[in-house]
């Protein structure tokens, strides 16, 4: 079974920068993506970005050239470079595996709120 934990949430102003982490244990059937979402209070999960197992990555146009994801196979672990940060980025981000079987893992999340 999969496992997930995000960390590196926090509360930054706005034009600042965060790096959010999601780290993997356990089996997971390949190939799978590894996806970021994030909630914002009285607002739908939207997916935010997304990097496959063979390092291909997608972004929402809301954050494209803002956020950045690069992972680390070695420790199992996907990063979420936050630059130029929105107060409308406040939310809380979710690290999601999307498995060769379409089955879902996901992690408790990570609050990150944007204000000065």
């Known amino acids: 079974q999969v496992q997930l934990v995000e960390s590196g949430g926090g509360l930054v102003q706005p034009g600042g920068s965060v790096r959010l982490s999601c780290a993997r244990s356990?089996?997971?059937?390949?190939?799978?993506?590894m996806e970021w979402y994030r909630q914002a209070p009285g607002k739908q999960r939207e997916l935010v970005c997304t990097?496959?197992?063979?390092?291909?990555?997608n972004y929402a146009d809301s954050v494209k050239g803002r956020f950045t994801l690069s992972a680390d196979n070695a420790k199992n672990t996907v990063y979420l470079q936050m630059n130029s940060l929105k107060p409308e980025d406040t939310a809380v981000y979710y690290c999601?595996?999307?498995?060769?079987?379409?089955?879902?893992?996901w992690g408790q999340g990570t609050q990150v709120t944007v204000s000065s």
């Open positions: 990097i496959s197992s063979d390092g291909y990555m």
């Open positions: 356990g089996i997971i059937f390949g190939p799978y993506n």
């Open positions: 999601n595996a999307r498995d060769s079987r379409g089955v879902d893992s």
